[in-house]
């Protein structure tokens, strides 16, 4: 496989996934709700109990306080707290409450809180102050503009220009930016990931090597992929594979889906199966002298009588072949194929020389043209061994329908059956041939007993005559 083609692959990937991102949003803005748990605050405040001592508690949305850390400082503290005496770090979620100066050679700390977890993580020591000094604590400014900003094109500078669009950038401006969206497109470092064209069709990737979704089907770098034209056929590729949208029924009722290949100039060509084996039914088709599977046809027809004969001479093999063709009436009597219905799953039995079999199996409908069908059966009794070796009491099948026009049976014979009906006819042919020189010798006895009757004979004819045994 080369480049360009999973490439092409990777890109076509790629929209699908954005196509269904796109509509899982777009069903979701009608029943959306905010998932984020809302609180009214966090407060530090007095204990009831002991008044030097402080708390920290979580206000709820509707005004409720609960406890989550007693005793915030437990090495002494003030019995009062203000504003200054507190950090918030947005971006890693931390709360930082200064401890009191404790004095002496004790460095100044404060602790710290993890909003996430809601647990209080430990000290943080705060160096680099005068001794004795009480630092006010000032929040660190959040940059959401270096994170997420809404823009639009201005000519002066103030205000929008008319009919532009807001754009909506993440990462910052200039060289910052990450990606780019406005109300027809979205862009990742500076090149396209996805448009909408003015024509209603969505471009995904850059011009020229892009994937176009329209209202007629998929297209990438121009050349149509797959297509729904106005008739109704599918098309596939740009000089195309076209199977119609329905079935169709033939003149006498059976329903068939059709498929076919047309060139540049919609003239239909021959569909060439490259480099594998295509099969009908699990039976492969291949190409042959037709005037020989004629005469096969009819060879067969002339021996049937003598096929019916052998096979009455074939000897029951015991219980084991016995269960063995009870599993194949079980798994025969599974369904193959489900036409009316996506799923169609059966139970079948097979009793055969008393032995009883039961087998499961399901066919599946993945479309019109495609059924696949698996199952399996047990049979009662268990295995049996025949000296060489086991026949087993159970089996499994699995199968695959892929249907390409009128399906007609198979003509074909296996190459058994084709040495057998050899056989049969080099037996016909040897006794043909003692018959012929049986005759002869009649014959010839014949001629001898009419010169004897007529006195026409001589000694030495009489002679001759050989008496049968």
């Known amino acids: 496989m080369n480049k360009k083609f999973k490439k092409r692959v990777a890109i076509f990937s ?19 709700i905010d998932t984020v748990t809302r609180n009214f605050s966090y407060a530090v405040a007095q204990d009831s109990s002991d008044p030097s001592q402080l708390n920290l508690y979580k206000v709820s949305a509707s005004g409720a306080a609960s406890l989550i850390e007693a005793n915030l400082f437990p090495d002494g503290g003030p019995g009062t707290f203000s504003a200054s005496d507190i950090a918030v770090d947005n971006v890693l979620g931390k709360i930082y409450f200064r401890e009191p100066p404790r004095g002496g050679s004790n460095p100044l700390r404060a602790r710290v809180f993890d909003v996430k977890t809601e647990t209080v993580t430990g000290w943080q020591e705060l160096t680099g102050f005068a001794s004795g000094a009480q630092p006010v604590f000032i929040g660190m400014p959040d940059i959401t503009s270096d994170k997420i900003s809404k823009k639009c094109v201005s000519s002066n500078g103030t205000s929008c220009d008319s009919g532009t669009s807001k ?16 109300d027809s497109s979205v862009s990742v470092g500076g090149s396209t990931l996805a448009k909408m064209n003015s024509d209603g069709s969505i471009q995904i990737g850059a011009d020229g090597n892009d994937i176009d979704i329209t209202a007629e089907g998929l297209s990438i770098d121009g050349n149509p992929m797959i297509t729904k034209q106005a008739d109704g056929n599918i098309h596939i590729g740009k000089n195309s594979l076209i199977t119609p949208e329905d079935h169709s029924t033939l003149s006498d009722g059976t329903k068939v889906h059709h498929l076919w290949a047309e060139d540049e100039n919609d003239n239909k060509i021959p569909i060439n199966i490259h480099g594998s084996k295509l099969l009908i039914d699990g039976v492969e088709v291949t190409a042959g002298d037709s005037a020989q599977v004629t005469t096969n046809k009819n060879n067969i027809s002339t021996n049937t009588s003598n096929i019916s004969t052998n096979t009455s001479n074939i000897k029951n093999l015991g219980e084991g072949v016995a269960g063995s ?14 036409k009316e219905s996506k799923l169609s799953c059966g139970v079948g039995t097979g009793a055969y020389s008393s032995r009883y079999a039961l087998g499961f199996g399901c066919a599946s409908k993945v479309n019109e043209r495609v059924n696949i069908n698996v199952g399996g059966s047990y049979v009662f ?23 390409l026009g009128e399906l007609k049976k198979s003509t074909q014979i296996s190459m058994k059956e084709k040495e057998e009906l050899k056989q049969e006819i080099s037996d016909l042919k040897a006794n043909n041939i003692n018959i012929i020189s ?32």
């Open 167 to 182: 754009i909506i950038t993440l990462g910052g401006s200039g060289s910052e930016e990450i990606a780019k969206i406005d």
């Open 14 to 32: 790629a929209a699908i996934s954005l196509c269904s991102f796109f509509t899982r949003l777009n069903e979701a803005k009608s029943d959306e």
């Open 325 to 338: 063709t009870a599993l194949t009436a079980a798994l025969s009597a599974l369904p193959q194929t489900s």
């Open 381 to 403: 009794g268990g295995s049996k061994s025949y000296g060489e070796g086991t026949l087993d009491s159970g089996v499994i099948k699995a199968g695959f329908v892929f249907k």
């Open 438 to 469: 049986q005759n002869k010798a009649l014959l010839a006895r014949l001629e001898r007993l009419e010169k004897v009757a007529l006195g026409d004979s001589k000694s030495k004819d009489l002679a001759t005559i050989k008496l049968p045994n």
